[in-house]
């Protein structure tokens, strides 16, 4: 038997759990909340009770007790930028959780708080693996052609490099500190991202508006057209960030998000669905050119994870661009809750070390 570890996720509408006995899960759920009730508090935090209550009150029903779970692992959210790895949930993890200090305003921020109340009554230790705010972009991926204005990165960090570490092992029998990839998730948003020798070197920022069009993101477009778009149509800045994370894309094209219904409304005919589903998919393929330069063509394969890659035609679309630049493999879903729980167990078992959260960004300007 090994460790048992249970991992919190929270999410807009729920919060997914899950309890491991070392890879093994031995309890999964997805606890749905009413948006309205949601909706009824004053803030993110002060929903922190009634998610934990719930969640109690979900495994009380499934007779599953947590008096024996060696390590609870939230989510996370709200940080400054850290590098990849496990963390600590210190005090400073719960302040910035919190208050969000990097300015996102998202469930997530309640994953480490949720693990730290259970830790806390349970007598076990409390970790987030690969939060949202991971970026370890080389120096060379930062600069912008505006001075003063730097890149940062948002991505699936968290699945992007459990992705890259489970094929590793079972296919390249490496490490993941050994092997160089271009890693992609398709979902709801999607990330393409270089990883070097255990570093996410470079990736587009999803939350910016860079990268290819995704269901609910608008993706990268020329600014001087955006300029235009924005006088034009008398549109305002925060209307922008809206179409940057949950406006844009299949939303703005054709008033949904869903992935099968519109390849379904392409099917039978529908021309506008057909062309926006194949350019977004041009768009990734063109992303993962562009990461093959990062890597300059050292790459051990090209893995494909995310909700959308249960789709054959994407994934086929995407080996016939792209298998000339290394093999590539499909991972289709996600491996979050396995992520986090697997992360805790590589801290425990001694293959990685528990990291501190310093507070510090990783980047902030460069000296001159």
Known sequence: MGYKVFAINPGSTSTKIAMFDGETCLFSKNVAHDAKELASFPNMAAQLPYRRDMILQILSDAGQTLEDIDVFVGRGGGLLS????????????????????????????????????FAERYGAKAMVVNPPDVDELQDLARMTGIKGVYRTVHLHALNLKETAIRHSHQVEKKKYEDCNYIVCHIGGGISISAHRRGRMVDGYDIVGGEGPMAPTRCGGISVYDLLDYMEQENVSAKEVRRLCTRSGGFVSHLGISDAIEVTRRAAEGDR???????????????????????????????????????????????????????????????????????????????????KVYTGKKVFEKFDF
């Open 272 to 354: 506008h669905a057909e062309m926006v589903w194949n350019s977004m998919i041009y768009q990734i393929e063109k992303g993962i050119g562009a990461m093959a330069a990062v890597l300059k063509g050292d790459i051990n394969a090209i893995l494909l994870g995310g909700g959308m890659v249960h789709n054959e035609d994407l994934v086929n679309q995407i080996k016939e661009s792209c298998s000339f630049i290394a093999p590539v493999y499909a991972y289709p879903g996600e491996f979050e809750m396995e992520a986090m729980a697997a992360g805790a167990i590589r801290v425990l078992d001694g293959e990685e070390e528990l």
């Open 82 to 117: 850290v590098e990849g790895g496990t963390y600590e949930i210190t005090d400073l993890v719960l302040e910035h959780a919190r208050t969000c200090a990097n300015g996102v305003v998202h469930p997530a921020t309640l994953g480490s708080q949720l693990a730290h109340e």
